[in-house]
């Protein structure tokens, strides 16, 4: 195996040139994915790059021999289950896509928020005081595989912020209630944009040592959605200040925020969405706009640079990244794709088959 080391100290323009060579190599037995959130000169190089819906129904749908993610776990555990369900494996005669990160400690915050045994534990302690089969198990995307196989054991169902009404409504249609992790941010604007009073929303809050997550009995038995208090530390930093202050020095700005924004902040917008939503609007947005994105740095900097005809601003003085999606790197990527083409894979992501089987009950919601 090629050491890491080697790669560091390279030029860029090596590495690029290196990533090229493999790739021609590679052909289309490899593809390249990226979040939206990395960094820009992976993004030019990429072969699909989109949001977390985007990422798995392409993955879903792969006929490469491997899939190299520019992104953070939880998205290299989902391509794995639907890259390799059962379907796909018996049209392969078997055969797996491989999924490998480019990064292997590149993580998500919130996923970490909650695990399967808290989710397990979570229910128990549910149960002493209402009917768990009222509830449907909602899960973000950003948790573990441990936890959508939660999930999908409970009759539950996976959702990213770009179908989340959609997930949440038709939840609403198997069962009367609804219990939504990690995301309480997404949970809450969901809910209410579907019309849930917001007295039937209760947060239940894992930090607190009281029972019941904080919650009496009584607003439990009376929630038609329980939150698990989980959030984006990197969506968490936008200024209500700020966007009134736009506001007022320009009427006619437009302010859009990602559904993992405080409510307080998207009750201030103009409106909320996906990533790939709120590209849509910088995109359509007439020149001489003035609009604030309120999603990842980089990503805004990055219409910042493609659309210079239009003001487009991040509605907080201090920008935030994601510091996880900062780790897949040029040289990581040139090391990992000579890796594969010498025979030795590295950083590979597999999901243990039980997992997978329950996971995945849950994930067929992202592919309709």
Not at 132 to 137: G, I, L, M, S
Not at 165 to 174: E, G, P, S
């Amino acid at each position: 195996m090629r050491p890491l080391i080697d790669y560091e100290n390279l030029s860029e323009a090596e590495l690029r040139d290196r990533i090229r060579r493999a790739r021609e190599r590679a052909g289309d037995r490899l593809q390249l994915y990226a979040h939206y959130y990395v960094c820009d000169e992976i993004v030019e190089l990429a072969d699909v790059v989109g949001d977390s819906l985007a990422l798995a129904r392409r993955a879903a749908e792969s006929n490469a021999e491997a899939i190299l993610f520019c992104s953070v776990r939880f998205m290299l555990e989902t391509a794995d289950i639907l890259a390799n369900r059962p379907e796909r494996l018996a049209a392969r005669n078997g055969k797996r896509i491989r999924v490998m990160a480019a990064e292997a400690s590149a993580g998500c915050p919130m996923a970490d928020m909650i695990s399967a045994e808290r989710a397990e534990a979570w229910k128990e302690e549910l149960a002493t005081v209402v009917d768990f089969d009222e509830f449907t198990p909602v899960s973000y995307v950003n948790s573990s595989a441990a936890v959508k196989a939660f999930c999908g054991r409970n009759g539950g169902v996976i959702c990213t912020s770009a179908n989340a009404q959609k997930v949440l409504r038709d939840a609403f249609a198997k069962r009367p209630k609804a219990l939504f992790m990690p995301d309480s941010r997404l949970g809450r604007t969901t809910s209410l944009e579907l019309g849930v009073k917001p007295d039937e929303i209760a947060l239940w809050d894992p930090r607190v040592k009281a029972p019941l997550g904080g919650l009496s009995p009584d607003q439990i038995r009376n929630a038609k959605v329980i939150l698990w208090d989980g959030f984006c530390p990197t969506h968490q930093r936008f200024s209500a200040q700020f966007i009134r202050d736009l506001k007022a020095k320009n009427p006619d700005a437009q302010v859009w925020a990602h559904p993992e924004s405080q409510r307080a902040i998207i009750e201030l917008c103009d409106g909320f969405g996906s990533t790939t939503k709120l590209i849509e609007v910088a995109t359509n947005a007439p020149a001489g706009s003035t609009i604030a994105i309120g999603t990842e740095w980089k990503l805004v900097q990055r219409l910042q640079k493609r659309f210079p005809e239009k003001t487009i601003l991040w509605p907080g003085d201090d920008p935030m990244i994601c510091v996880q999606m900062t780790k897949s790197t040029l040289w990581k990527v040139a090391w990992a794709l000579e890796n594969w083409l010498d025979g030795d894979p590295v950083n590979v992501v597999t999901v243990p088959q039980d997992v997978a089987d329950d996971a995945y009950a849950a994930l067929k919601s992202l592919l309709t």
